[in-house]
């Protein structure tokens, strides 16, 4: 008898051979792990590559999306906080240099922050109360000037393709004084609303100039605590982010304020050359409606307009006219290019996209901020992209002293 001898139905002979058990069970599981995984190659190979790929982009941008919106909702809810501190931001980074010029000056630098700050006070304040007395002395002679206007409207109406009698303007001005009692209600809550909002406006400015000290005191303070919450690995990308996107703003708001100036002055000069009353309040309107931009200027060049239409007719308003379009194309082919574009690197298209979505989401500090902040997002992007911390030093032991200083670049060897 051959005891070695053994046939393929033994049950023995997979005991007798470890290796061939092993193998048998590796194979049997193979299968059962290939299996799956073949079901799920298969699964992926039934959907086209461009859905697949369609799909992975979906989910990510909906997540960006819809995180974005939480945040825009998250800050509209403390928007009485959120605009006086890019308020007090903006006016740090325009005050900056007058501050630090006095410390270079060997002034202490609390003194110096007192001193730059009542000083932007007593500007503003000045400006104010000069634009008030011309405005007083101008609405004296433009009332008279509009009274005339309603006469000669009165009699257009009566000898006009109208023909309409006394009697049906005085029938018509009666039935609007009536509905104006019925909506009184309507009026006075407005007016109301007005008031909680002036209230709220200066309590805003209050608290942008308590804010605005500290930033002139010690912004760069402020900036290394905020920094060092964050994980060590961050903060050096985080703190050259910051101080970068702070730059860029600061140079769009002082090239925006030397635009707003050429403007200002170029619509007021020519305004009180062809004689259009209120050149000077004319003129502070269209440097304050600047700051937003392409919305400010076409507002206040409409207001211009307007402004010489009624005080001097007719041709005087499109001699204006040609005034407000000839300051405003030397802005956007000169100004805008030489000066602006080598300080912000942002195209036409994104800045009326940013100010369009910015107003429609906060209205008018939308408008004001949303350039600045596309600037600094812009900036600030393309700092991290380009990892530009890693080829940059350490800040200067002086760079708590300034609001936010740029760190020098290393050079390469």
Not at 25 to 47: K, L, N
Not at 222 to 229: A, G, P
Not at 326 to 344: D, R
Request: aromatic share 8%.
């Amino acid at each position: 008898m051959n005891h070695g001898a053994m046939t393929p139905a033994d049950p023995a002979a997979p005991r007798d051979h470890p290796d061939a058990a092993r193998a048998s069970a590796g194979a049997s599981a193979g299968v059962s792990a290939q299996g799956r995984t073949v079901t799920d190659r298969e699964i992926d190979q039934d959907i086209p590559y461009a859905v697949r790929i369609a799909a992975s982009w979906s989910w990510r941008l909906g997540l960006i999306i819809l995180m974005a919106g939480a945040l825009v909702w998250l800050l509209s809810r403390v928007s009485f906080l959120l605009i006086p501190v890019m308020v007090a931001a903006l006016l740090a980074g325009l005050l900056a240099p007058v501050k630090n010029w006095l410390r270079r000056n060997r002034v202490p630098n609390g003194l110096a922050v007192a001193i730059t700050v009542v000083g932007f006070i007593g500007v503003i304040g000045g400006a104010l109360a000069l634009v008030g007395r011309q405005l007083v002395a101008g609405f004296a002679e433009l009332w008279s000037e509009a009274l005339t206007g309603i006469q000669k409207i009165q009699v257009w109406l009566a000898d006009g393709p109208l023909h309409l009698s006394a009697a049906q303007i005085d029938q018509y001005l009666k039935e609007g004084t009536e509905a104006l009692q019925n909506n009184s209600s309507s009026i006075l809550s407005g007016a109301l609303s007005f008031g909680s909002t002036a209230g709220h406006f200066a309590a805003g400015m209050i608290l942008a100039l308590f804010i605005l000290i500290f930033f002139l005191l010690e912004g760069g303070r402020i900036w290394s605590f905020l920094v060092r919450l964050l994980p060590r690995k961050a903060r050096a990308a985080t703190d050259g982010a910051g101080r970068v996107g702070w730059a860029s703003m600061v140079s769009y708001a002082r090239i925006q304020m030397f635009v707003a100036f050429v403007d200002a002055v170029g619509i007021g000069v020519g305004a009180a050359i062809i004689g259009v009353p209120l050149a000077l309040p004319l003129g502070v309107l269209v440097f304050l409606g600047s700051f937003i931009p392409i919305v400010g200027a076409l507002v206040t060049g409409a207001v211009a307009v307007l402004l010489a239409l009624v005080a001097n007719g007719w041709v005087n308003a499109l001699v204006m006219l040609g005034i407000v379009l000839l300051v405003q194309q030397l802005e956007s082919h000169i100004l805008q290019p030489l000066v602006m574009g080598k300080a912000v690197s942002l195209h036409p298209v994104a800045v009326i996209l940013a100010v369009a979505a910015g107003s429609y989401l906060a209205g008018i500090p939308g408008a004001l901020f949303s350039v600045p902040i596309l600037a600094v997002a812009n900036s600030s992007i393309r700092y991290i992209a380009g990892r530009t911390w890693e080829h940059e030093s350490a800040p200067p032991p002086g760079a708590t002293s300034t609001v936010l200083t740029l760190r020098p670049a290393r050079k390469s060897p």
